[in-house]
């Protein structure tokens, strides 16, 4: 494998928990206040940080994995609120794009960054090698991921998915993916449901947040070893 490592951002303790059980961890830096886990995960060089909820937390940890550790690409992986009405809780979004649904379009198009449109790429090769991993899944989604700063739930959902048709929603995705784009390193998201229109609200999320990290840890480290078994360089990227 390539030297430089692979980022795993996650918001919460809980989120990073699955990724901490595997990483063979050889040291913690601590940096603005979040601890950082280098390591391996197999033969895959790794990085492991929660940054906290919401979007400036998650990008403060996304530019010091760029800045601090050279990373080769970031995934994004935890859990996330459905949009859709056809997901269920501990479905699995893995998102094709992500954008901001409370940032006005216009700010990211005519200003910096100067973006084609709102939306935040990810991955081409992590997306393909997913889409081949999880064909026929019937848990896994493929589609648009949008982040904001509240708990999406009632009139808010129906707001968002009139405005962006997203398969889910959660706080931090669009905020990693930005310092992505702008640091032109690769970007990728695994999302696990939490709470869907049929079963929504603070405590259904805290009640499936343990469970949906789980499944979400266990799906992006499928990808990670689907990677290796390919035997490319995240270095490459």
């Not at 848990?139 to 889910?168: D, M, N």
Request: contains cysteine.
């Amino acid at each position: 494998m390539g030297m430089k490592p692979v980022g795993i951002l996650c918001a919460s303790e809980e989120e990073l928990a699955p990724f901490l059980q595997v990483l063979q961890e050889e040291c913690a830096v601590e940096k603005a206040m979040l601890t950082f886990h280098q390591g391996m995960i197999g033969t895959i060089r790794a990085v492991a940080v929660y940054s906290g909820v919401c979007k400036v937390n998650a990008a403060i940890a996304a530019q010091l994995l760029v800045d601090a550790f050279q990373t080769a690409c970031i995934i994004n992986a935890g859990t996330a609120g459905a949009v859709a009405e056809h997901l269920h809780c501990f479905d699995t979004v893995i998102a094709t794009k992500t954008a901001y649904y409370d940032v006005e379009q216009e700010i990211l198009t005519e200003y910096h960054p100067w973006m084609p449109s709102a939306w935040f790429p990810v991955d081409g090769r992590l997306l393909e090698l997913s889409r081949e991993l999880f064909a026929g899944e019937q848990s896994v989604a493929f589609g648009p991921l949008v982040s904001g700063e509240q708990f999406v739930e009632g009139t808010a959902r129906a707001a968002v998915q009139s405005a962006y048709a997203p398969l889910a929603a959660d706080m931090e995705t669009a905020g990693v993916a930005h310092v992505c784009y702008v640091n032109k390193v690769p970007f990728f998201a695994v999302r696990t449901i939490t709470d869907t229109p049929d079963h929504e609200g603070q405590q259904v999320f805290e009640q499936n947040c343990i469970k949906a990290s789980e499944v979400a840890g266990k799906i992006t480290l499928r990808l990670l070893h689907a990677w290796e078994e390919k035997a490319l360089a995240f270095g490459d990227m």
